[in-house]
DNA sequence: TGTATCGGTTCATATAATGAACCTGTGTTT
DNA sequence: AAACACAGGTTCATTATATGAACCGATACA
């Protein structure tokens, strides 16, 4: 491990929770020396990715992290970020992988990419997703706001037989999602797609989309079901990295757990 | 200089214009060995803060700046980030100096420090700051988008005698402040109060605010005008900089224009 | 075919990072 | 008020780590 990491390790230690972090705390956290920690400290001082607080005396954030916060994200879109690891995803699975993202009440398809591994495969050709009737929607809903349920519920348009339509059965579909850490949808919006999906999370700590897997129903079976969740919790992380964000660890344990049941 | 700021000071090159720079650009950006300028790189994608671009093999800045973005604003608002150069600026002048942001088409004070150095002093009372009337918006006019000035220009409310009315006399001010860099109003929103004023920037690099010196006109004179305009320029830089924004070069040549001529 | 430039790697050398011990100030306990 | 604990900050000999000349392989071009 080179200084120039270990200097800026220190920057992993703040949050929104602890804003401000002091020498000493510092030490502790890290295990390291004083002196070697403070200089630490005064390099990053020195480029303004630090500054004290003269109140405390503690450490805080600096300004400089903000201008190259606005590079990444007007240099670097989002689809973009994306769409290595849905590449990875469809090849993987040997299925229809794809991205959704929420702006408002509304879920916006990303990226789609299909797998060449099959003749017959899913095509994600629509521009907004319904959140009832499709994986990423219930997925996105289970862990939006709830104002989003309530939109979602104004409108429970029926796409098949296997739609939900009432609130009952969504808000049911929702609770499993909570319970597993991922949504199914089984014919909901096209009978013979099978769809699995995964929430993603941007800088600011809530949902900010999904990535799914829209599988043939035919072939899909638990085997191809543990592998998708596999792969999913894998481009799940990758892509909510790529977005600034990180996934909370209330999911991974339910990943985790529905993981090792199977 | 410390191998990590070495290593952090290459985050600096990287801008909206130039998104993406390869090994040897580095290099030659920073006079540095290819292989020393290599190691840095490492670090730096180590922590997620730069990435390659797998299709260029350039680094592009990294999505771990995001968070650290977010804390910042969560945890460090303007008006702390402000303050000290506030206060800095009435004790250097001596007179009432303030700081007021631009939320859509309004612009709100900030914060406000009078100096005890005069009994005679002009008091910031206002939550709200008229664009057309004060020195700190007509300021916030000139670098503002053009649609801000129209809107201003819908109540063009007198004040005193001295309130400009007119949208040509608008339109002059505004002006006069885009050839010098600095705001002034002369009795325009009080008969005895002139103020001067300079833009503030933040990480979108469009104008977010102003930093203005409020003073008594029987005792503003052209000595008070040069002290005040350069003590200015220092705050500006400072906010600005807080604000993790910069002044932008012309406004910088400006100033020395300005005040070369003085 | 030669060569110019790119990203990346190696290894002896020299420089810069390290941490125990030492200040200094502040607030608390006795 | 003396004694103590803990904070941030500093010093200097020792040691580990950063450095850069030279080298490698790939690509592009004339």
Redesign the pocket.
């Known amino acids: 491990?080179?200084?120039?990491?270990?200097?800026l390790e220190l920057l992993s230690f703040f949050s929104e929770q602890h804003p401000e972090?002091?020498?000493?705390?510092?030490?502790?956290l890290t295990s390291?020396?004083?002196?070697?920690?403070?200089?630490?400290?005064?390099?990053l001082e020195i480029v303004g990715f630090i500054e004290?607080n003269p109140l405390t005396?503690?450490?805080r954030m600096g300004p400089a992290v903000l201008p190259l916060a606005q590079i990444r994200e007007r240099t670097v879109p989002r689809k973009s970020a994306a769409k290595a690891s849905v590449e990875q995803l469809a090849d993987a699975t040997g299925e229809t992988a794809h991205v959704s993202v929420l702006s408002g009440t509304t879920l916006y398809s990303l990226v789609a990419v299909e797998s060449p591994k099959h003749s017959t495969r899913a095509i994600v050709d629509l521009k907004t997703l319904p959140l009832h009737a499709t994986a990423s929607g219930i997925c996105t809903l289970a862990y939006g706001p709830d104002i989003l349920t309530q939109t979602a519920k104004q409108n429970l348009e029926r796409f098949t037989a296997k739609t939900q339509t009432t609130e009952q059965g969504l808000d049911a579909a929702i609770q499993r999602v909570k319970e597993t850490g991922f949504s199914h949808s089984k014919g909901s919006i096209e009978e013979d797609i099978y769809g699995l999906s995964a929430p993603l999370f941007d800088q600011s700590g809530t949902i900010a989309g999904a990535v799914s897997v829209a599988s043939v129903a035919t072939r899909f079976n638990a085997d191809a079901e543990r592998t998708i969740k596999h792969q999913l919790i894998l481009a799940s992380r990758q892509i909510s990295h790529n977005w600034g964000g990180s996934i909370p660890n209330p999911i991974e344990a339910c990943w985790s757990k529905t993981l090792a049941e199977t």
Chains 1, 2 share one sequence.
């Open positions: 491990m080179t200084s120039a990491t270990k200097t972090i002091g020498l000493s705390q510092f030490c502790k390291r020396d004083k002196a070697t920690t403070y200089r630490h400290l005064q390099s004290k005396k503690k450490y």
